[in-house]
């Protein structure tokens, strides 16, 4: 019930273990076997040279929706709808999502973060190119800094922005929206520009 409150959350093993009154290490081995039985997905950060002090603790997602809403007691769509963890719950469902489309690994699949602030949920290679996914619970995205960083930093080959929608637009040069809705349509096109493993 407390790691559902990490989801899509950087994961504080210590902070975890003084509330359980464990140590740090058996919360992580703990973690260890619930990403084992795969209830669990630990998203790993994206390494690379740079200045910047890039983060490097995993993210958290719960795989399945339906037993995170029952952990964190919501029971109903508007429950759903009223809650503070909306934006979180979306973000682990469109992840799911991208990952099989994608047909990722766990260890080719990463987000990015500097401790300045700027984010990406999702990057991962093909072709020797790197390739961004932002995921925004909002019905008409804007391109923000974070993104527009994100793309020059990881000089990303093209970055999708994945919202509860239909339709497919460019954003701006290399950024496209996709409406989860259409998300397999737009990643069938998107094979077309790399190889994707069956």
């Given amino acids: 019930m407390m790691l559902s409150h990490y989801h899509g959350?950087?994961?504080?093993?210590?902070?975890?273990?003084?509330?359980?009154?464990?140590?740090?290490?058996?919360?992580?081995?703990?973690?260890?076997?619930?990403?084992?039985?795969?209830?669990?997905?630990?998203?790993?950060?994206?390494?690379y040279n740079t200045k910047k002090r890039l983060v490097k603790r995993p993210k958290i997602f719960f795989r399945d929706s339906g037993l995170l809403h029952s952990l964190m007691a919501i029971s109903s769509e508007d429950e759903l709808t009223n809650?503070?963890?909306?934006?979180?719950?979306?973000?682990?469902f469109a992840l799911e999502q991208?990952?099989?489309?994608?047909?990722?690994?766990?260890?080719?699949s990463f987000?990015?973060?500097?401790?300045?602030g700027a984010e990406l949920d999702l990057v991962?290679?093909?072709?020797?190119q790197l390739w961004g996914v932002e995921i925004k619970y909002n019905e008409a995205p804007g391109v923000t800094r974070a993104m527009k960083?994100?793309?020059?930093?990881?000089?990303?080959k093209h970055m999708?922005?994945?919202?509860?929608?239909y339709d497919t637009y460019p954003m701006e040069k290399n950024i496209t929206a996709v409406g989860l809705w259409k998300l397999k349509e737009s990643i069938e096109n998107l094979k077309r520009s790399f190889p994707v493993k069956t």
Avoid: C, M
């Fill in 111 to 116: 987000f990015w973060a500097v401790h300045t």
């Fill in 149 to 156: 960083s994100a793309l020059s930093e990881l000089e990303l």
């Fill in 160 to 165: 999708l922005v994945i919202y509860p929608g």
């Fill in 9 to 47: 959350q950087i994961f504080n093993a210590s902070e975890l273990g003084k509330s359980l009154g464990v140590s740090d290490t058996t919360v992580k081995r703990y973690l260890d076997i619930l990403s084992g039985t795969f209830v669990v997905r630990q998203l790993q950060p994206w390494y």
């Fill in 83 to 92: 809650h503070p963890r909306l934006g979180a719950s979306w973000e682990g």
């Fill in 98 to 108: 991208v990952l099989i489309l994608l047909n990722l690994r766990e260890e080719e």
């Fill in 124 to 128: 991962f290679q093909r072709k020797g």
